[in-house]
């Protein structure tokens, strides 16, 4: 029982630092309070429940209070939790676990970007997607390849509600990813291609999130074209990765728009950008 107990914390500290960066190093400071909290009470329930609870404050703390002024001496800050300069995560989840680090240069790229969206197209708000974790370049933002430097960002497109036929700042993804933009008939179809290749991961977020809301939204080809466009004008921006077919339906003609390669997934459900 003792080795299975070891090997629980052992992957959840590999859970927790996988997905979040700071989180493992929490759940092993945690660690310090159990004693006193067993100390305490006697009820196993109580107990588990106290340690899941310090846990969560420590995790919080080090997230909101020490995490973003450490992050800021490795050269990276955080992108903002609600909406600022017509900016916000589509997901607050994206927050909480630290994915939402860039460098500065990338950050004011994305103020200047939403907010000149929002002067075009009043009232729009650009949503940001998996930012960087806060340390250490080549610490991989699972399950992205790259995200490890403090350079990239994914940024969701931009919709119409088909009901209304109305822009709206929603998205049919909960997380942004995962609902696609298909290939037309004549079009490039490289999420066919990559997949014929044996790159079983190309199309696999596709696969888990559910289709449903897909119907409910239309791509907005004008205002996501605007979006590209005003990262791709940026002369901090070095790359922009979306898929192919659609670079050619949307008409997108700077020379930083590239194929990102079958070893990534697919981009046809959101826009990469990255620094120089």
């Given at each position: ?61 080090s997230s909101f209070v020490i995490v973003p002024p450490l992050a800021k001496i490795f050269g990276r800050v955080p992108l903002p939790f609600t ?40 009232g729009t708000i650009v949503n940001y997607l998996d930012a960087n974790f806060p340390f250490y370049d080549g610490f991989p933002l699972f399950p ?31 997380i942004g990813y995962g609902i696609c933009e298909e290939p037309l008939p004549g079009e490039i179809n490289t999420p066919n291609y990559c997949g ?81």
């Amino acid at each position: 029982m003792k080795v299975i107990k070891t090997l629980a914390h052992f992957l959840l500290f590999c859970l927790l630092t996988l997905i979040t960066q700071v989180g493992g190093i929490a759940y092993l400071v945690s660690f310090l309070t159990h004693e006193f909290i067993n100390s305490k009470t006697s009820k196993l329930g109580i107990q588990r429940a106290l340690k899941v609870v310090v846990f969560l404050l420590i995790y919080s703390i080090s997230s909101f209070v020490i995490v973003p002024p450490l992050a800021k001496i490795f050269g990276r800050v955080p992108l903002p939790f609600t909406e600022t300069n017509n900016l916000q995560p589509l997901n607050i989840i994206t927050c909480l676990l630290n994915r939402n680090y860039v460098r500065s240069a990338l950050k004011e790229a994305a103020f200047e970007a939403a907010n000149k969206m929002n002067t075009v197209y009043p009232g729009t708000i650009v949503n940001y997607l998996d930012a960087n974790f806060p340390f250490y370049d080549g610490f991989p933002l699972f399950p992205h390849l790259s995200h490890s430097d403090g350079k990239k960002l994914d940024l969701s497109f931009c919709y119409t509600d088909t009901k209304t036929q109305e822009s709206t700042n929603l998205c049919p993804s909960i997380i942004g990813y995962g609902i696609c933009e298909e290939p037309l008939p004549g079009e490039i179809n490289t999420p066919n291609y990559c997949g014929q290749k044996g790159y079983w991961q190309y199309s696999f977020l596709k696969k888990i999130i559910p289709q449903s809301n897909h119907k409910n939204f239309a791509l907005d080809k004008t205002k996501t074209k605007d979006l590209v466009n005003a990262f791709a004008t940026n002369s901090v921006i070095g790359k922009i990765f979306i898929e192919p077919h659609l670079k050619t339906r949307l008409k997108l003609t700077n020379e930083k728009i590239r194929f990102h390669g079958c070893q990534a997934v697919r981009h046809d459900d959101h826009i990469h950008v990255q620094l120089k």
